[in-house]
């Protein structure tokens, strides 16, 4: 992948975040975060030093191409996966540090996950009811409290007349809508979800949304949700944009900004990249509340 887009330098309108500057409230922390895969002597670089700070009670969606790197940090949020440099924080947990068990621990009472694959967020051969069931196994609740919030997470997702089949069964869609049922069923304090609408028409995608919109306000869940949906994008208070594994762009309340990199680095939108192209020199004039950048090429006088 190459670095399309980097160019050193501020933009007029950039809301500046300094990295590691986190609030106390923050329940997700990443600072520098790089991930490398290995495979056959041949190294995939798909973060390359994502800075983010998420505060307890916010909603953010993920969004970018696709092969940004969102869902490996989705996966390192939810410490599948170590990260290859740089910290991750979750939860008041130091994910670089801790060990198995307690990233396990943390999956099962804090932190819920949809992944992207449906079907590897459930027991094929349980039924629906059964593994919303099972995932409330590590909560004190008794039996007759679990049977009643898992019916009536069922039935949020519009999955209440087949709460009694194999979830193996079930169609896609159907899967995607009982694993944000069971990745809600112990009230986390964190939700990751990884395209958790990309197989269900636009109403069950709105009910899918509603859901996790629910679990926010009434419980404070926090959600981080990565999506294609520009409907899910918009109903959440954050948007960030991963590009080629960096964190390209920050949306709020309708305007999107630019984030300057902790190296000084700014990924140009895509839709700049015909004025800008990927190698051209570009002069960074200083402006009173910015930078604009020129072509060097055509400046004139
Ligand atoms: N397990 C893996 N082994 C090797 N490369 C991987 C692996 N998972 C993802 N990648 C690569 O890392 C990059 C980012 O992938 P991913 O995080 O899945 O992006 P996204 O979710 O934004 O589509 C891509 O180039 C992808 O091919
Ligand atoms: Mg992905």
């Known amino acids: 992948m190459t670095e399309a887009g980097q160019v050193a330098g501020v933009a007029p309108g950039v809301v500046t975040q300094a990295p590691g500057d986190a609030p106390d409230s923050a329940i997700v922390r990443c600072e520098n975060l790089v991930q490398i895969y290995g495979m056959a002597g041949q190294q995939v670089t798909a973060l390359r030093g994502v800075d983010l700070t998420v505060t307890a009670g916010e909603t953010v969606a993920l969004l970018g191409p696709s092969g940004a790197g969102k869902s490996t940090l989705l ?16 939860c008041g947990r130091r994910l670089t540090d801790i060990k198995p ?7 099962l009472r804090e932190v819920g996950i949809v992944m992207q694959n449906p079907g590897r967020n459930l027991l094929a051969y ?3 009811l059964g593994n919303v069931l099972f995932a409330q196994a590590p909560t004190r609740r008794t039996r007759s409290v679990k049977h009643r919030r898992s019916l009536a ?7 209440g007349p087949v709460a009694g089949r194999p979830a193996g069964r079930l169609s896609g869609g159907e ?29 069950s995608a709105a009910v899918v949304t509603g859901l996790l919109q629910a679990a926010n306000e009434d419980l404070g869940t926090t959600i981080i949700v990565v ?29 999107d900004y630019l984030v300057v990199a902790r190296d000084g680095s700014v990924q140009l ?6 004025v800008l ?11 009173g509340d910015g930078v604009e950048l020129r072509r060097a090429d055509v400046e004139r006088g």
């Not at 899967?175 to 990309?198: F, M, W």
């Not at 990927?278 to 002069?283: C, S």
């Open 101 to 107: 068990g307690a990233a396990t621990n943390m999956r």
């Open 126 to 128: 349980e039924t629906a």
């Open 277 to 287: 192209p990927p190698g051209t020199l570009a002069r960074a004039v200083r402006l």
């Open 75 to 90: 996966w390192l949020l939810a410490g599948l996966l170590r990260p290859t440099a740089g910290l991750v924080e979750v």
């Open 153 to 159: 997470l069922l039935e949020a997702v519009g999955l």
């Open 227 to 255: 999506t294609h949906d520009q409907q899910v994008g918009q109903a959440f208070g954050r948007t960030v944009t991963i590009r080629d594994g960096k964190v390209g762009a920050v949306g709020h309340a309708g305007e």
């Open 175 to 203: 899967q995607q809508r009982l694993a944000v049922a069971i990745a809600l069923a112990n009230g986390p304090a964190l939700l990751l979800a990884d395209e958790p609408t990309s197989q269900l028409d636009s109403a």
């Open 269 to 274: 939108p895509p839709e700049l990249l015909d």
